[in-house]
């Protein structure tokens, strides 16, 4: 108990504890109530406890201690509390009986700590007992709280979320107990708690992609381009190295802005007369070595005919037309085929007619093509016929084959570079002990070389990983989009050049050994890409792209579109930020975990099981464009 609680308002005269006889206003130290108008109010200076709001006055006989703050208030703020104190009991010559609580509380404190308006209470307590929060055992100044053995509280008022915690939940699941710092007063509620601020949306500045490719002339480049980059090792020498690299161009040149019926026949440019020549070349060798057979001395005289076809596009269609005719489908064979093999003995060739020409077409027609029934004057209208002739090649034994090896041979590669992550933690635990065993270094100080090698450390490891990725596609057994959002835009991303991958096994393969990183040799293609900058976005490989419609909204800038269209995202900084926005805007689990107060591990929905693979697919790839990218500079 308060010692200055003895009496009701007693006041405090702890400056008065030598008092002269002799002076004009000595009193007692002891003096009734009533005795306490006769004393001159005696100026002071403004006291540090006064609150704004409450009325000031220099006697002391108005004013009494609150027990929650500790502080004067004037007696009509406060209210007394005389419940009866089962603690209490006062034993005397009449007998024993209970003494009531004396505890006082201003209006302030009811407010700010238990929400209880003074006014009310009064009124509703009119001539009844006044139960303090004392006697409610919820009581949460620090005196109370000291004889309960637990430590003070902060301002709960401005900080409710961390003056007090749920107690633990019982393990039959029931509700959490509250403290009643955080309950209001008589009420029971539990004040809500105030949610973080939400992370703004990055800004995204979406940039048109000047050729309109349509989305199925896409996809169809897109996977000749990556077969033949696929299975280009096991094809020998018939596809060349540059041939490869122009397979990334999915476009020539971009659709003129003045042509707006570039839809009724027009045909976006593709690869070269050559380029297109040795991807066929590179299919028909595949089927060749399935066959041992006349089968495969007529697909050697077609592949020679072929190479001796030149530029003609016509006469090297109308080769491969004579080799459908021999090598097809029994009811479609030629009467003039000497085969005499059974059609479930060896491969059979189908793929469809060329695309009709172009409207308007500058190519010079041979004499030859003229003569012909169907002109193919461009290399885009044999798209279907390769595509005809891989779905073919994918039937053959060696691609089947190379499929399992290419498997076998990513876990193989994947246990390298893993062992080589693992020596390199293991050179830089030790660089570490020693370096935190200098006392006296020369030159940096520990701390800061200790600093330096942490940063080199990483970026290594990152390194590692990333030329990892950049290999990867070489063992895959099939290539598909980064993945697609709610709104229904696809992202793609095509698989490195040979050049990067080469430039990558080259680093995994000195890296595993302990040899310093190498540095690629320059040429002056690459010296012809830093020198100008490729503002048509020809390398589809070199940037991110997304098929759709622009999103809408204050933080989104760029073209504009009311249509489905190409949007290129070239700078790794930017392709970040579009996984950042793409995870904020359409919830990956990454975003729910952060906004949700959860404990417990929920299982992932479908949903969120796409968005995070979209949204790692993204960051996996700038990762490995930036890493691409310095390996360039």
Not at 590 to 618: C, F, M, Q, Y
Request: hydrophobic share 30%; net charge positive.
């Amino acid at each position: 108990m308060h010692k200055h609680e003895n009496t009701p308002f007693r006041h405090r005269h702890d400056s008065i504890s030598q008092v002269n006889p002799h002076a004009p206003h000595a009193v007692p130290h002891k003096r009734k109530l009533s005795d306490m108008s006769t004393l001159p109010a005696s100026p002071s200076k403004k006291s540090k406890n006064d609150v704004p709001g409450v009325a000031q006055t220099n006697d002391d006989s108005e004013l009494a201690y609150c027990h929650q703050c500790g502080k004067k208030r004037e007696i009509s703020t406060i209210i007394q509390c005389n419940y009866p104190n089962q603690h209490a009991i006062i034993n005397n010559a009449q007998g024993t009986k209970q003494r009531r609580c004396i505890a006082k509380y201003c209006s302030l404190c009811l407010k700010k700590k238990y929400q209880e308006d003074i006014e009310q209470i009064r009124k509703r307590n009119a001539g009844n007992a006044y139960q303090c929060p004392k006697c409610r055992d919820i009581c949460n100044c620090w005196k109370c709280r000291k004889q309960k053995g637990l430590l003070p509280l902060k301002n709960i008022t401005q900080d409710a979320n961390a003056s007090s915690k749920p107690a633990r939940s019982t393990p039959s699941g029931d509700k959490t107990k509250i403290e009643a710092s955080r309950t209001c007063g008589d009420t029971g509620q539990v004040r809500p708690v105030r949610k973080p601020r939400a992370k703004p949306l990055p800004r995204l500045h979406w940039k048109k992609h000047p050729a309109g490719i349509p989305i199925s002339e896409f996809e169809a480049r897109v996977q000749i381009r990556e077969f033949m980059m696929r299975f280009a090792p096991v094809m020998g020498a018939n596809i060349a190295k540059s041939h490869l690299e122009e397979l990334e161009y999915l476009n020539r040149a971009p659709f003129s802005d003045d042509d707006d019926e570039h839809t009724d026949g027009m045909l976006l440019p593709w690869v070269s007369e050559a380029c297109l020549k040795s991807v066929i070349l590179g299919l028909l060798g595949l089927l060749v070595e399935e066959e041992d057979s006349s089968a495969a001395r007529v697909m050697k005289l077609a592949m020679k005919d072929i190479r001796g076809s030149g530029a003609n596009l016509t006469k090297m269609f109308a080769v491969l037309a004579d080799l459908r005719d021999k090598l097809g489908y029994p009811e479609e064979k030629s009467a003039s085929s000497d085969d005499s093999e059974s059609s479930e003995d060896r491969i059979i060739i189908e793929f469809p007619d060329p695309l009709p020409p172009p409207r308007i077409s500058s190519s010079v027609r041979t004499r030859n093509a003229a003569d012909s029934s169907l002109q193919v004057v461009s290399t885009a209208q044999l798209i279907p016929v390769v595509l005809g002739l891989i779905e073919t090649v994918t039937e053959s034994f060696t691609v089947r084959n190379e499929i399992e090896e290419g498997i076998k041979e990513g876990k193989e590669k994947t246990r390298e570079t893993r062992d080589t992550i693992k020596n390199e933690n293991d050179k830089w635990e030790g660089l570490k002990k020693h370096l935190e065993g200098l006392t006296e270094p020369e030159g940096d100080k520990p701390t800061e070389k200790l600093k330096i090698e942490r940063q080199s450390h990483k970026a290594t490891v990152q390194a590692i990983e990333n030329a990892l990725r950049v290999v990867m596609p070489s063992y895959a057994p099939r290539f598909a989009p980064l993945g697609t959002d709610d709104d229904g835009r696809v992202y793609w991303a095509l698989t490195p050049s040979m050049q990067d991958r080469m430039h990558a096994l080259q680093f995994l393969s000195l890296k595993s050994s302990g040899a310093l990183q190498p540095k690629r040799a320059k040429t002056k293609k690459d010296k012809r890409k830093r020198d100008s900058e490729d503002v048509e976005f020809k390398e589809w490989s070199r940037f991110l792209a997304v098929f759709g419609k622009r999103p809408v909204g204050e933080n989104i800038s760029g073209d504009e579109a009311d249509s489905d269209e190409w949007w290129v995202f070239a700078e790794t900084e930017d392709i970040q930020k579009l996984s950042e926005w793409i995870s904020m805007v359409y919830g990956s689990s990454t975003t729910v975990e952060e906004t949700t107060s959860s404990a417990s591990a929920t299982p992932k929905s479908p949903h969120n099981e796409r968005i995070d693979g979209l949204v790692k697919n993204i960051k996996d790839f700038a990762n490995t464009l930036e890493w691409r990218i310095k390996g360039d500079d």
